[in-house]
């Protein structure tokens, strides 16, 4: 008996041992999401379209519109498709995207895009999963919603759903003429304006945005509206949202991570 109770003793300090030097899982998930690099809508990204001798830092700037999760689970981001076209119009999917590690800019002084560059610390943070039609506002092309997914690395990013200046909680329709909204990009920051109208499937607005600032959210209060792409038009994210679900794969099933 004594001999049992001495066993069951050392295994019962063994175990107490194991305990206390094996962090709990939600201790462990803590310390990990906290060595991950924060990105949502108004992160900026740098990528290479082409590996190109002539311009060996030549990266192209855009910006993150919203960070979620898909029906799979899958941790993804939506920002603009015409990112991701090479010059003779084909699509990039499985192009890999980086954090711009340059600091954004403002309005009054917007972020250089001869500093922008990849963040080597973190690494690439996601894959260019799907690429839709572009706007094609200022050309003959098909016209489309321009959007464009990305497949994060769980492993390099932790989503956050406060950038700059705007929070995203909520998905919404575009508010009525004359609202005012605003838009957050890694280029010059956030600028507001009201909604004008609408124009084909995109709503205008007044909201300056600058190269760089691509895939910009548009938010009315904390809820996603839009995605910017220039020339003071956006995509509604509902339409987005519609499209990304008719297409199934990753994206389809899309909602805000936070």
């Known amino acids: 008996m004594l001999r049992i109770l001495r066993s069951l ?3 019962a300090l063994t175990l107490i041992m194991f305990l ?3 962090p709990s899982a939600a201790h462990a998930d803590g310390t990990a999401a906290a060595t991950r690099t924060p990105v949502g809508g108004g992160t900026g990204i ?3 379209r082409t590996l190109d001798p002539d311009r060996p830092t030549g990266y192209y700037v855009c910006t993150l519109t919203a960070v979620g999760r898909d029906a799979a689970g899958n941790l993804v981001a939506l920002t603009n498709a015409h990112c991701f076209y090479d010059d003779q119009g084909n699509k990039l999917v499985g ?10 800019g403002t309005a009054t002084a917007p972020a250089p895009l001869g500093d922008s560059r990849p963040d080597l610390e973190t690494g690439a943070i996601g894959t260019v999963t799907y690429v839709s039609t572009p706007n094609n506002l200022l050309n003959l092309g098909p016209k ?3 959007y464009a997914v990305v497949r994060l690395d769980e492993s390099a990013v932790a989503p956050t759903d406060t950038v700059g200046d705007v929070t995203v909680k909520d998905i919404g329709a575009p508010p009525a003429n004359g609202t005012r909204m605003c838009k957050q990009g890694h280029r010059t920051g956030l600028t507001c304006g009201i909604k004008l109208g609408t124009h084909g499937i995109w709503f205008t607005h007044l909201i300056w945005t600058d190269g760089g600032d691509s895939g910009s959210p548009v938010v009315f209060g904390q809820t996603l509206v839009g995605n910017a792409w220039g020339a003071q038009h956006s995509s509604p994210i509902v339409d987005i949202l519609a499209d990304m679900n008719a297409n199934g794969g990753v994206g389809a099933g899309f909602h805000l991570a936070n």
């Open 9 to 11: 003793g050392l295994a």
């Open 20 to 22: 206390t030097l094996v």
């Open 46 to 48: 740098v990528f290479q």
């Open 95 to 104: 192009l890999k995207v980086y954090r711009d590690a340059s600091p954004a």
């Open 144 to 146: 489309g919603l321009d």
